[in-house]
């Protein structure tokens, strides 16, 4: 997981992501993104989630409007360590999810990840 060091979500923990670049596929984006926040390498696996996440200004004027999609990936090698626009980046346990502040859909993709993997047998 990553502590993000740049709004939205800023301070909070997430998983890794960031905008895709044109030609890259959905695959490439997230290995390179993983890899450029945390340099971990991973072995991409199917979509867990599509979630838009919009946040709003006090008077409900749209700030942030992003499109996450969320993959599953299998470590393949390196370290967890904070890059590019995170804080903090760590190897998080499941039993830990309930004691790590982050967004709740954060959380409920993470535990859809695990009982994919699971059934995978990943």
């Not at 991973?42 to 200004?57: N, Q």
């Not at 996450?68 to 090698?77: E, P």
């Amino acid at each position: 997981m990553v502590r993000r060091g740049r709004p939205p979500l800023e301070g909070e923990w997430s998983l890794p992501g960031g905008a895709q670049e044109a030609g890259e596929t959905v695959a490439e984006a997230a290995c390179r993104e993983v890899l450029e926040e945390t340099g971990i390498v991973m072995e991409p696996g199917p979509v867990v989630e599509v979630i838009d996440l919009i946040e709003r200004d006090g008077a409900g004027a749209v700030r942030f409007h992003y499109t996450i999609i969320d993959i599953m990936g299998r470590w393949t090698a390196g370290e967890p360590s904070g890059a590019d626009d995170v804080a903090e980046a760590r190897w998080v346990p499941l039993a830990d999810l309930p004691n790590v502040e982050m967004w709740s859909e954060t959380r409920r993709v993470i535990l859809k990840a695990a009982a994919m993997r699971d059934g995978m047998g990943w």
